[in-house]
């Protein structure tokens, strides 16, 4: 099992990037997809989930209606969508599958910067 994220960088307040969490060893539509994030000095937190039960998504309340989460099938790839960018986004972004119940995979991060 494989999580390889990418996308991250910097942008400016207001700005938009999309992450993208390619997976390998597994299939993203059998399985709760996540993204976490990190800033500096804070703890490691939930941003998104889609369900692999019917694709709903949820949210943490300090990004609702500024990301989406979405995966593509054919291409086993999670995205975040992030517009409206805020500098406390700034973190290193993780995607973030648990299989079997068991078994927790992490991606290697992304940075994003948001500064003017």
């Known amino acids: 099992v494989q999580l390889v994220e990418s996308g991250g960088g910097l942008v400016q307040p207001g700005g938009s990037l999309r992450l993208s969490c390619a997976a390998s060893g597994f299939t993203v539509s059998s399985y709760d997809m996540n993204w976490y994030r990190q800033a500096p000095g804070k703890e490691r937190e939930l941003v998104a989930t889609?369900?692999?039960?019917?694709?709903?998504?949820n949210y943490a309340d300090s990004v609702k209606g500024r990301f989406t989460i979405s995966r593509d099938n054919a291409k086993n790839t999670v995205y975040l969508q992030m517009n409206s960018l805020k500098p406390e986004d700034t973190a290193v972004y993780y995607c973030y599958v648990q299989i079997a119940g068991l078994f927790n995979y992490w991606g290697q991060g992304t940075q994003v910067t948001v500064s003017s």
């Open positions: 889609i369900s692999s039960r019917g694709g709903s998504t």
